[in-house]
């Protein structure tokens, strides 16, 4: 029997040590963090609770054994993350965002790398330890994130540069919105996986690198960002300003692949960002079902008796049960395909944050107005759940350009994930839908 969705008795412990660890460590500060107005104080709120996370083999439990960290599957991965971002997914982004940074130099790095990083992320006495991943850029002409394979030269795409002199690369430039990169006093993450153009000669998927830059670098600052959702992870500007760090500090394995390192990152939290979506939706939906169970809103029989209600509702759990196991698909896809699932990856993550941001409105719907008290929890729902299609490489450029960018190569085979067959993603899968495009020759103009 090959299909089974029984949990194993392991599965069933991370997802029992997760949710133990995010209904009675972090659901007390969540409330009272995420109306903290000033952003980078309602992170350090959270701090109590990312040692405890980091304690529990929570923090870095997607690392390798190998180099100290927990081992879990991919599958695992997204069986505690629903339980953390049922709770909070802000505070679960920045959990996320550890793997985003140090994974790549698990898959790149050479052995020093490995060890110097990834042994010092998962030995920290204090457990403060966090990384930062920085890909996205300021909005702008040309700025933002989208087309970073843009074809056209140096500023388009990833602006910036990384430029080689003697023993050492110099860094200058801006990137918007990464999180976890001003660690928690606003100076730095321990460390920051950094996409620079390493060759400013070069445009689009040339030339991109990424590099470890260290807390501390001189001439590296940042600015926090204060967002509308995820108010629990802290979003940052970071300004390089002739930055200058070691040569050996680039990723080797990178050098020139910058763009399909973000690929495969955005392929990797795919199923994550799919998961928050479902644990988001879950909460909403429990908590729709409890008022509805609860209250008459006047009426002889308390409302789960409309059959609007009971409808919408059923509606509603379909949809999360549906979403999670293609969640689980697409993280079994990740876990036997090494780490790779650019194609499904994407697919996950467009279907169920859309799917579900409508659900959670939905719950607010069969509530009624009483839901946009903020007493309840339905407006911080939607909140969250309206950051899940934005964040984490767009829906709009950056994901459904991935998917259309292997449905459109020559040798795709539309069964290839029916049949968990590898598909393989390369640098001719990128650039499609940038408007340079029609300039390569690729596409004829009408
Ligand atoms: C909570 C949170 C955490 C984040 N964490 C990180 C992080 O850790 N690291 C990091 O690097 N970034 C992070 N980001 C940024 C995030 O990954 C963004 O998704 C990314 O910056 C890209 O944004 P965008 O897709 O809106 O790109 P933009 O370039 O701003 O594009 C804007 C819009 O333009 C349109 N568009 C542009 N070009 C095209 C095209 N060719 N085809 C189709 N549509 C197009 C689309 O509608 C797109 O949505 C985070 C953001 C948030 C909110």
Redesign the pocket.
């Known amino acids: 029997m090959a299909i089974d969705f029984t949990l194993s008795a392991d599965q069933k412990n991370v997802q029992q040590t997760a949710r133990d660890f995010a209904e009675n460590v972090l659901a007390p500060v969540v409330r009272e963090a995420d109306r903290e107005p000033d952003p980078l104080k309602a992170f350090q709120l959270t701090k109590p609770a990312y040692i405890e996370a980091y304690r529990r083999g929570i923090a870095f439990g997607m690392l390798p054994k190998e180099y100290g960290g927990g081992g879990l599957t991919n599958v695992e991965l997204i069986l505690a993350a629903e339980e953390i971002c049922a709770v909070d997914p802000?505070f679960a982004?920045t959990l996320?965002?550890n793997g985003?940074?140090l994974l790549p130099v698990w898959y790149w790095g050479n052995e020093e790398q490995k060890r110097r990083v990834m042994g010092a992320a998962t030995s920290d006495a204090s457990g403060e330890w966090i990384a930062?991943?920085?890909?996205?850029?300021p909005?702008g002409t040309p700025?933002?994130?989208?087309?970073?394979d843009?074809p056209a030269p140096h500023p388009v795409g990833i602006g910036v540069t990384a430029r080689r002199d003697g023993d050492s690369y110099v860094l200058n430039g801006r990137?918007?919105?990464?999180?976890?990169?001003g660690g928690w006093d606003g100076n730095g993450a321990n460390v920051n996986l950094v996409?620079v153009r390493t060759d400013p000669s070069k445009g689009g998927t040339e030339g991109l690198s990424a590099v470890l830059v260290e807390r501390g670098t001189p001439g590296v600052t940042y600015n926090i960002i204060d967002?509308f959702?995820?108010r629990l992870?802290p979003?940052s500007e970071i300004i390089f300003e002739d930055a200058r760090i070691p040569a050996e500090n680039l990723v080797e394995g990178t050098y020139g692949n910058g763009d399909l390192l973000i690929n495969r990152n955005?392929a990797w939290s795919g199923p994550v960002a799919g998961i928050a979506a479902v644990g988001v939706a879950r909460a909403a939906y429990e908590a729709a079902l409890s008022w509805c169970k609860t209250y008459t809103a006047g009426a002889a029989h308390p409302m789960i008796h409309f059959q609007n209600v009971g409808y919408v509702l059923g509606d509603v759990a379909a949809r999360i049960e549906a979403s999670r196991y293609f969640c689980w698909k697409a993280a079994h896809y990740i876990d036997q395909h090494g780490y790779h699932g650019e194609l499904i990856g994407a697919m996950n993550k467009v279907f169920c944050t859309e799917l579900l941001l409508d659900s959670v409105y939905k719950c607010m719907q069969v509530v009624g107005v009483n839901s946009a008290d903020r007493t309840h929890m339905f407006e911080k729902y939607l909140r969250e759940a309206a950051?899940f299609p934005?964040?984490?490489?767009?829906?709009?450029?950056?994901q459904?350009?991935r998917v259309h960018g292997v449905l459109a190569s020559p040798n795709f085979n539309p069964r290839a994930l029916m049949d968990n067959e590898f598909v393989h993603f390369v640098k001719d899968m990128e650039v499609v839908?940038?408007?340079q495009l029609i300039e390569r020759g690729h596409l004829a103009p009408a």
């Open positions: 802000g982004c996320l965002v985003l940074a930062g991943y920085a890909a996205s850029e909005p700025g933002g994130t989208a087309n970073f843009s990137k918007y919105w990464p999180c976890n990169v996409v967002s959702g995820h992870t979003n955005f950051i934005i964040y984490d490489g767009g829906n709009f450029g950056m459904r350009r839908d940038t408007v």
